[in-house]
């Protein structure tokens, strides 16, 4: 997979499948729907996803914003809530697990867009902000084949956070000609996803 991997975590059916279609439309790729908490657990083990959507009451004793602790806990992914609930209970309650976003249903797909596009970019500020900058030199002597100019560029701007479309827009390609800079880049990082290339990179500069 060479997009940004989303677990959509929502127990109404239709729902859920909206929120892919919306996905698919932006470039993103659906890592795993899940209905219901546990499913999400199993989900966020076996695909390890760069993001996701997180309804709040999933209808068990454990609701969105117990995954979103384990999430906190586990992976250090961006989320987003997207739930029916605004009370104040609620937002309190939510506001406790620094959620990168919160949508109130209804929603559209240009909410969903522009939520989840902010919430990658200010992870990435936060998550970087003690990293030095990218520095292909120092990249390259780590690998056994080293990133190519492109392949550098392509990387460096999944690093700030960019999404897929913004980075075929940035460096004027199409988008299968980036998935293959992506791929290559992939390859050569020995990773395979955008979150562990991320921790890859911060890794290598931190070496």
């Known amino acids: 997979m060479t997009g940004i991997k989303v677990l959509i975590v929502e ?20 890592a795993g729907i899940a209905y219901d908490p546990e499913e999400a657990f199993y989900q966020l083990n076996k695909e390890r996803p760069d993001f996701a959507i997180l309804d709040i009451n999933l ?8 995954i979103a602790d384990y999430i906190n806990k586990t992976y250090f992914i961006p989320f987003i ?22 949508i109130v249903k ?11 596009e902010i919430a990658l970019s200010n992870h990435a500020l936060l998550t970087n ?3 030095p900058s990218l520095s292909v030199d120092k990249i390259n002597k780590l690998l056994v084949t080293p990133l190519s100019e492109r392949e550098f560029e392509v ?13 075929a827009e940035a460096l004027f390609i199409a988008m299968n000609t980036l998935k293959k800079h992506i791929n ?3 390859f050569k990082l020995d ?3 955008r979150t562990s290339a991320i921790a890859r990179l911060r890794e290598y500069m931190l070496h």
């Open 191 to 193: 990773v395979d996803s």
């Open 59 to 66: 209808e068990s004793d454990k609701t969105g914003i117990d």
């Open 106 to 116: 209804p929603f559209n797909e240009k909410t969903l867009y522009a939520t989840i």
């Open 155 to 167: 990387m460096k701007l999944l690093y700030d956070g960019k999404t897929n479309q913004q980075i």
């Open 11 to 30: 127990d109404e059916p239709l729902i859920a499948k909206n929120i892919g279609m919306y996905l698919n439309n932006n470039n993103y790729e659906v």
């Open 184 to 186: 290559n880049a992939y």
């Open 129 to 131: 902000r003690h990293v």
């Open 81 to 102: 809530y997207l739930t029916s609930y605004s009370d104040k209970e609620t937002i309190d309650r939510a506001k406790l697990t620094k959620p990168a976003g919160f």
